[in-house]
């Protein structure tokens, strides 16, 4: 961000100041307030938020809930594991790709990269659709539950191809290329030996793209798996929060019965599925904001 | 985005074009490391977006999972006729579109105004803290979003009944109030996505020159003057590229979001029902193949025609603006 302006105290000056403090603290407040629901849920006393509801801050204090998601881990524990692995190798084999594709794209001396570019290009403005997509890669492909339907169509996209061909032709000198090659280094030597090393916060933004494309992804298990040992966490959430919705319609008392998880229980296994995200926020998110900066100010 | 890169390669391309004039072989020859290493980028997109395109077929047919694409039986324009005369593509298109422009609307205004005010605030701690947690929410998945949801507006135990019934007030059907989700979900749309846009629309301010702002403060030019002449100028060329990116989403939009929350609540269908939850649902749970790659397709071309003519209509207007 710029070092703030010297600012002079004049009245407009101060109405303004008084605003945006106003203002962007509403909103904060605004961006928060769902997740603090949640986790005072999950800290509840279960017949306490079945009686007077969720609140800001809880009732009764319990953490019974995590005990008791903790006596039967399995699935979670089955679902992290699905998730880090998908997680690991789509990330790994994506920015292998897509490092690679935009040091292509970006060699002045390849006279085709205008050509691919646009290929590429051209999937965002038309597509054949979601359906026969799903039947391209279920029926003649035969990806149902398998991981190759939870890795392959999060590998890459044209965003971030293109956001990194533009991220590697704004860091890398043009000379360093040019002059590796007189010295009869080999195209792919040169990107593996060269471009990589120095390219490193252009992969760490592209990186966490695609980890949080995985580590969030509910719809490709959805369409794909059925099995319930090869589920992703948060479609592992999601079948827990319908099946308890379904228990409620028809009518199934919640009597803390081992296969409707209770009110509490929900929001603990919220937490636990959203919380290293939250954990690695603070440390992760600059690198998302220089992204979007190279993304969309140089592009 | 896509324009200048394009202006920038048709640039070397003229020099390429000087040097030597090629064909296809000299270049395969020349190069065939870089076109190894663009194997995989092109079996992706071969197999994940152009081989699909083939599929397109199905919206003629009606659909068998044994007759495959080209094995069921062809059924001509009969996907079609229906979803016209139901009325049913009308209605999706209408909200579709509806709850898009509102989206657009709603977003650019609140992020602009959000990201001005931020690169304006003395307190760098506060603007760093505020932004991080105003970015938080497009970490976290929309699967928690069908928990948030819950947690407001459930009628039961909702936080929002809560309130009500502490104040006096008759409790809030949320279910039963189709209305109410044109709203609720455009909150819950601001919530996710706020602190994105924001951070792109304050890269671009923080790139403006301090110069600018310092001459406008010795001419004697109050904040809110400033804010007019100089930041919201210079921002409408972030402006248009992202609104032709949006426009070119403008039939899609959002399927995570609308699945999320309202899922298959019927009753809501009317006010709720988008093409991308139809088209899924054609999919999972009525199994109409025909039915959903026709509406599917219908919703490609309408999208493409619109992202073409909004873009040509930049071009005539503004050159450098344009996508492609």
């Known amino acids: 961000m710029t070092a703030p302006m010297k600012i002079k105290r004049t009245k407009s000056q101060i109405a303004f100041s008084i605003i945006g403090y106003t203002v962007i603290t509403l909103v904060s407040i605004y961006c928060l307030f769902p997740l603090v629901l949640i986790v005072s849920g999950s800290f509840t006393q279960n017949d306490v938020l079945m009686r007077q509801g969720y609140s800001l801050w809880p009732r009764v204090f319990s953490t019974a809930a995590y005990r008791q998601l903790f006596r039967y881990p399995e699935g979670i524990i089955n679902a992290y594991g699905t998730t880090i692995m998908c997680t690991v190798v789509g990330t790994a084999l994506g920015l292998f790709i897509i490092t690679m594709t935009g040091y292509v794209l970006q060699r002045p001396d390849f006279k085709y990269r205008s050509k691919v570019s646009f290929m590429i290009y051209f999937t965002t403005i038309f597509g054949g659709g979601m359906v026969p997509w799903f039947i391209m890669l279920s029926k003649y492909l035969h990806f149902q539950n398998t991981y190759m339907a939870r890795i392959l169509p999060l590998l890459m996209s044209p965003f971030l191809i293109i956001l990194m061909r533009t991220f590697i032709s704004s860091t890398v000198p043009h000379e360093i290329i040019e002059s590796a090659k007189i010295d009869s280094a080999g195209d792919f030597a040169i990107y593996w030996r060269i471009v990589l090393p120095v390219i490193t916060p252009g992969i760490a933004t592209v990186g966490l793209f695609l980890a949080l494309g995985y580590w969030n992804d509910w719809y490709l298990t959805s369409l794909f798996i059925t099995k319930k040992n090869m589920y992703s966490l948060q479609f592992y959430l999601y079948d827990m929060l319908n099946s308890v919705r379904f228990a409620q319609e028809m009518g199934i008392p919640q009597l803390g019965t081992e296969q409707v998880p209770t009110e509490s229980i929900k929001m603990a296994m919220v937490v636990i599925v959203t919380g290293p995200i939250i954990f690695l926020y603070p440390f992760v998110q600059r690198y998302f904001i220089a992204g979007i900066t190279v993304g969309s100010v140089k592009g | ?324």
């Open chain 2, 1 to 324: 985005m896509a324009g200048a890169v394009k202006a920038k390669e048709s640039a070397t391309k003229a020099t390429g074009r000087a040097k030597k004039k090629d064909g296809f072989v000299a270049e395969f020859r020349r190069n065939k490391v870089m076109f190894a290493m663009l194997i995989p980028v092109t079996v992706y997109f071969l197999l994940n977006n152009y081989l699909p395109m083939a599929g397109i077929y199905l919206a003629f047919t009606k659909f068998n999972f044994v007759g495959g694409i080209f094995g069921s039986p062809f059924v001509g324009m009969e996907n079609f006729k229906f979803l016209f005369s139901s009325g049913k593509l009308l209605k999706l298109t209408a909200n579709t579109l509806s709850y898009n422009v509102m989206f657009i609307l709603v977003d650019h205004v609140l992020q602009i105004t959000f990201a001005i005010i931020l690169s304006r605030l003395g307190s760098r701690i506060f603007t760093k803290f505020t932004q991080s947690v105003m970015f938080l929410p497009h970490f976290v998945s929309f699967v928690i979003l069908n928990v948030i949801v819950y947690n407001i507006f459930n009628y039961e135990v909702g936080f929002l009944n809560g309130i009500l019934t502490s104040l006096g007030q008759q409790p809030f059907d949320a279910y039963n109030t189709p209305g109410a989700w044109r709203f609720i979900l455009l909150a819950l749309h601001v919530w996710k996505g706020v602190g994105y846009g924001t951070v792109v629309y304050l890269a671009t301010i923080t790139g403006i020159s301090t110069e600018l702002y310092e001459a406008a403060d010795i001419d004697g030019a109050n904040v809110f003057q400033q804010i007019r002449y100089i930041t919201l100028p210079l921002l409408v060329p972030t402006f248009i590229i992202l609104l032709l990116m949006s426009l070119g989403r403008i039939m899609r939009g959002q399927f995570d979001l609308f699945y999320q929350t309202v899922g298959n609540v019927g009753t809501l269908y009317d006010v709720t029902d988008i093409l991308d939850t139809f088209v899924y649902r054609s999919l999972r749970l009525e199994f109409d193949v025909g039915m959903g790659t026709a509406a599917g397709l219908y919703q490609s071309v309408f999208g493409f025609i619109v992202i073409m003519s909004a873009n040509a209509a930049i071009k005539k207007y503004q050159k450098d603006y344009a996508l492609f």
